[in-house]
């Protein structure tokens, strides 16, 4: 129980975290270069990192931009990274923001 709670908070932050990224970093980046992006919260209940992987590369993705949140060595270990996955496991390349 302790477990699926710690989980869902995790994804509730990470949630956040991509919301603000979209927000804060990228827009102003693609209003300056008149760039053209599609922007999307996909959610899925299969690995995080393989479904990021699967829509990029479902949607023929140039590249991924992910937010990264530092986390200790033993976190990562045991919890794993899902931006650590999407980088080695990508098709295109990752674009990783702290």
């Given at each position: 129980?302790?477990?699926?709670?710690?989980?869902?908070?995790?994804?509730?932050?990470?949630?956040?975290e991509?919301?603000?990224?979209?927000?804060?970093?990228?827009?102003?980046?693609?209003?300056?270069?008149?760039?053209?992006?599609?922007?999307?919260?996909?959610?899925?209940?299969d690995?995080?990192?393989?479904?990021?992987?699967?829509y990029?590369?479902?949607?023929?993705?140039?590249?991924?931009?992910?937010?990264?949140?530092?986390?200790?060595?033993?976190?990562?270990?045991?919890?794993?990274?899902?931006?650590?996955?999407?980088?080695?496991?990508?098709?295109?390349?990752?674009?990783?923001?702290?």
């Open positions: 129980m302790v477990e699926l709670k710690k989980r869902s908070k995790r994804e509730d932050e990470a949630k956040r991509a919301r603000t990224l979209v927000l804060n970093a990228i827009d102003p980046l693609i209003d300056k270069e008149g760039l053209r992006i599609k922007k999307e919260v996909v959610e899925s209940s690995s995080i990192s393989k479904s990021i992987i699967h990029a590369r479902q949607n023929k993705f140039d590249v991924i931009v992910i937010g990264t949140k530092g986390m200790t060595a033993v976190e990562e270990f045991f919890l794993g990274s899902v931006a650590n996955n999407v980088i080695h496991h990508a098709h295109c390349p990752v674009f990783a923001i702290r």
